[in-house]
């Protein structure tokens, strides 16, 4: 066994060999992976081998499309049979709002370039006899649909990468790891350590024993699954003879269930509601192939179900019954990624669809450890999304509530139920009074918008507008025309201190600094160009910063920040998460409203637009900013949190003569949109330049920043290919329904970009779209624009200039 190498993957499920695989296809030859038992003796031994494209975010998609056309690649290269069945697919839907889904994740295939297609149940019933057409609605045909073997394929990825140089050590155990000084790892086995620069956690139905042994709390939990095996029938056998193809797969959205041929039977598995986790504290090291007791008890339901779908399956014998653990991360989606603040750490766990992602899985990570940069848009697979809220018994419950809506339609408005209220603010039960209706995200309860006296807080979820219209609308308006006032703790504070402060951000960020008391935004980018961070930047002294940005980016941008923190340094940077929570007051009288509360002038020849100071609120102090993110004359106000009770009480007070009105989270995000302003994982994500996303104000070519030398070479390459642009949509006024996100946009037919976000802005009475198409298409006059929402193409306009206030005269009054 080697004593030293470049990369340890510790563990030989069909994840970890497909990291290993494509670190030797990216060039890394000096890597190793242990397997403590035999490959493939975790979960995936007896996984179903069942593989799709389908996922509710597309960048995924994209990947899992990526995993499905690997197989002959790597069967071919191995010469180790993979078992690839490609028969395509068939998604069931039993109601309009399932057949509305479909239609929207075929949208987003488009964009993709993937190859689905919406057919009728007539159709799909010839494609799949077994199917009792009156429990469905319609269905989308994918072609990228099929089952692999698992044991093949695992195989396949370590001897292609042993052909290239990787070693793998089987019944070799990981025990410990121990991190040296100069960050590099001693990965303890039973067969004696390796020191490893870079250290894989792919340890699967492991994985939380392997995070703990660098000291981390994964948030990963496996569950029971079960699936069944029909003895050979006579129906799949008269098929395959007369259409000389295999049946195609099914999921079955109603049923809970999905199926697939396996030889001359039916596998037919399902997500149980009655679901079980599996060693929900700790994973028995003893466990190695196997299976558990069957409880047909908790999937009898389902079972029933399937069986009246799908009625030949139900009087076929049954072979075999299977129960067996995988893992899931509280959204179901994999953890992939470096860890925050832990040099040469790195995960590539909780993947529950092993055969579909493993090689998208893989490819990302083998490209972020070897490129710096995973190469595509993973946000919705970074281990980063979660915090140090996702402790054992929130996992335990995101994961159990996640498995029972795995064949559940989420729709883009809806808030999950699951481990709330976690985080509150001191204004929590305050605002409950009002009757907001709650939000959650990073763990923290944010209010969403505040429903009528007498009604319940309560939004009816829906792919189009919902009973939240009218008073966001009304909050809309109250902040356009007299003053609004929220909670604002919902994003992330960061302050930077200490010696050197000035000189390390400045080559971080894109913009200059800005003076002592004042605000500016900025940007921060990898070296490829790409935005990694989006924020504001107030100057409290000569070495003294407070960021702001996105709350979900808490552990992503950190991580950034902690791994570029120069050694030795006197430079401090700290999440400041809850100890710092915030207000806002916007609207043409919000300074009227917080001058009957302080004696700091606030006339803004003395407090101007982007002013950040120290001042007292009443008795509590508070640094005030002067923007807000509606695009209005406002403030912003940062405080402990023990002040925050008192300062909502006084504000809300002094507001009532000005006929104040609280506005949520919904009201804000659209009436930014009426300033064309992004938004940080929408607009702004580490796939686009600030260039293609209309960030040239922020670029200052003054000072040398990370990054600098990619958008100049862009610059000089003739500018970005694509940009950012701000659509009106012209809505279907039968059904009203307004963009998500990810919608494809179409000029002249074709599909020429996507849609990143939008929504309807009251103030202004229009339904807005922001969203990237080609740069030569981006230019006052392009007319020709359709966006696809919900199945029905609707005409676009192109809107390059805000809606509301071009000229920003509101916020600078
Ligand atoms: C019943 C069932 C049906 C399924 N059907 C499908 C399906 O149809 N399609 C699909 O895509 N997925 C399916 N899955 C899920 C699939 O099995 C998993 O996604 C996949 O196996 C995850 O692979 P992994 O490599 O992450 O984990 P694992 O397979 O658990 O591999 C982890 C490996 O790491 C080793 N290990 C752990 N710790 C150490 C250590 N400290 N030292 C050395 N070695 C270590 C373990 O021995 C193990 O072999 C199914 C799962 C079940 C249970």
């Known amino acids: 066994m080697k004593s030293s190498a470049r990369v340890v993957v510790i563990g030989g499920g069909v994840v970890g060999a497909s990291v290993l695989y494509h670190l030797t296809k990216e060039g890394w030859t000096d890597v190793v992976l242990l397997e403590r038992k035999q490959l493939t003796a975790g979960s995936t031994w007896h996984a179903a081998g069942g593989m799709h494209t389908l996922n509710g975010d597309p960048n995924v998609a994209r990947l899992q499309q990526y995993t499905v056309n690997l197989y002959k690649e790597i ?12 028969p395509g697919g068939l998604q069931l839907a039993d109601t309009p709002e399932r057949l509305d889904w479909l239609k929207m994740a075929q949208a987003r295939g488009r964009y993709l370039g993937m190859h689905m297609e919406m057919i009728s149940m007539k159709e799909a019933k010839e494609l799949n006899p077994l199917l009792e057409e009156k429990y469905f609605v319609g269905a989308l045909y994918d072609e990228d649909e099929g089952s692999v073997d698992p044991y093949g394929v695992t195989h396949a990825y370590a001897i292609c990468a042993r052909n290239r140089g990787a070693e793998v050590y089987t019944d070799t155990w990981a025990t410990d790891l121990s991190q040296r000084a100069d960050g590099t790892w001693d990965v303890i086995t039973d067969k004696g350590n390796i020191h490893a620069e870079h250290v894989v956690n792919a340890g699967g139905l492991w994985a939380r024993e392997v995070g703990r042994m660098a000291g981390l709390e994964l948030p990963v939990l496996a569950m029971e699954h079960h699936y069944l095996m029909t ?7 008269e098929y395959n003879a007369k259409h000389g193809r295999e049946l195609p797969h099914m999921i079955d959205f109603a049923g809970e ?29 003893d466990f190695v192939f196997q299976l558990l007791p069957h409880d047909l008890d908790r999937i009898s339901a389902e ?45 590539a766990c909780a993947v529950m ?53 795995r064949f559940r339609i989420t729709f883009p408005n809806e808030e999950l139920p699951a481990a709330r209220p976690l985080h509150t603010t001191p204004i929590y039960d305050r605002l409950t009074a009002h009757n907001a209706v709650w939000g959650a995200g990073f763990g923290l309860e944010h209010p969403l918008w505040f429903q009528d006296k007498g009604l319940e807080p309560k939004e009816d979820i829906t792919f189009y507008r919902s009973n939240a219209f009218k008073n966001v609308g009304e909050e809309s308006r109250a902040v356009r025309e007299r003053v609004g006032f929220s909670e604002a703790s919902n994003f992330a504070k960061y302050k930077v201190s200490g010696e050197g402060s000035a000189a390390w951000l400045q080559g971080l960020f894109t913009n200059a600094l800005p003076k002592i008391g004042r605000t500016v935004l900025t940007a921060m980018l990898n070296p490829q160009g790409k935005i990694v961070g989006e924020f504001s930047i107030s100057r409290i002294g000569d070495e003294e910063f407070f960021l702001f940005g996105s709350q979900a980016a808490e552990v992503h941008h950190p991580r950034w920040f902690l791994a570029h923190l120069p050694a030795n340094s006197k430079i401090r940077f700290e999440t400041l998460s809850l100890s710092m929570v915030g207000l806002t007051l916007a609207g043409p009288r919000s300074r009227d409203v917080l001058q009957k509360l302080t004696d700091t002038s ?37 405080m402990a949190p023990e002040y925050q009770r008192y300062l909502f009480d006084l504000i809300w007070e002094a507001g009532r003569e000005f006929d104040m009105r609280l506005f949520g989270f919904r009201a804000l995000i659209t009436m930014r949109l009426e300033k064309n302003f992004g938004t940080w994982f929408r607009e702004y994500r580490p796939i686009y330049t600030p260039l293609e ?120 009054a």
Not at 372 to 392: E, H, K, N, Q
Not at 612 to 630: C, D, E, H, Q
Request: overall charge negative; some cysteine.
């Open 353 to 405: 669809a092993g055969l579909s992602q493993g090689g998208g899985v893989g490819l990302s990570l083998a490209n972020w450890m070897v490129h710096g940069d995973p190469g595509a848009d993973i946000w919705a697979m970074d281990v980063a999304r979660y915090g140090d809220y996702a402790t054992l018994a929130y996992t335990n419950s995101k994961v159990r509530e996640n498995y029972s809506r």
């Open 303 to 347: 079972l029933e179900r399937g069986f009246a779908h799908f009625p030949a399956v139900g009087r076929a014998g049954i072979k075999k019954f299977v129960n067996g653990p995988f893992t899931f991360s509280p959204d179901g989606n994999p953890l992939v990624g470096p860890i925050k603040g832990m040099r040469g750490m790195w995960s």
């Open 602 to 638: 606030l006339a803004t020849k003395d407090f101007p637009f982007m002013a950040f100071r120290k001042t007292n609120i009443g008795m509590a102090p508070v640094w005030l900013s002067r923007m807000t993110y509606t695009g209005d004359l406002g403030y912003e106000m940062w």
């Open 693 to 812: 996303a209309g960030m040239d104000r922020v670029l200052k070519f003054d000072h040398d920043f990370i990054g600098r030398e990619a958008v100049e070479a862009e610059m000089k390459a003739g500018g970005p290919k694509r940009k950012l642009v701000m659509f009106q949509v012209d809505v279907d006024p039968q059904a009203p329904a307004d963009v998500i996100g990810d919608e494809p946009v179409f000029h002249d037919g074709k599909v020429v970009g996507w849609i990143t976000s939008g929504g309807y802005a009251h103030y202004s009475g229009v339904s807005l779209a922001l969203g990237y198409i080609p740069a030569e298409l981006a230019v006052e006059g392009t007319k020709g624009f359709e966006v696809e929402i919900i199945g029905k193409m609707r005409p676009a306009t192109l809107q390059l200039e805000p809606v509301l206030d071009p000229s920003g005269s509101r916020m600078r």
């Open 231 to 237: 003895e050979p029938m006579d129906e799949v056998i």
């Open 75 to 86: 069967e071919k290269e191995s010469g180790q049979n993979c078992g690839i069945h490609l």
């Open 257 to 285: 269930i999905y199926a697939r041929q396996e030889g001359q039977s039916i596998l037919l598995g399902t997500y149980e509601q009655d679901n079980r986790p599996w060693s929900a504290k700790e994973t028995p090291w």
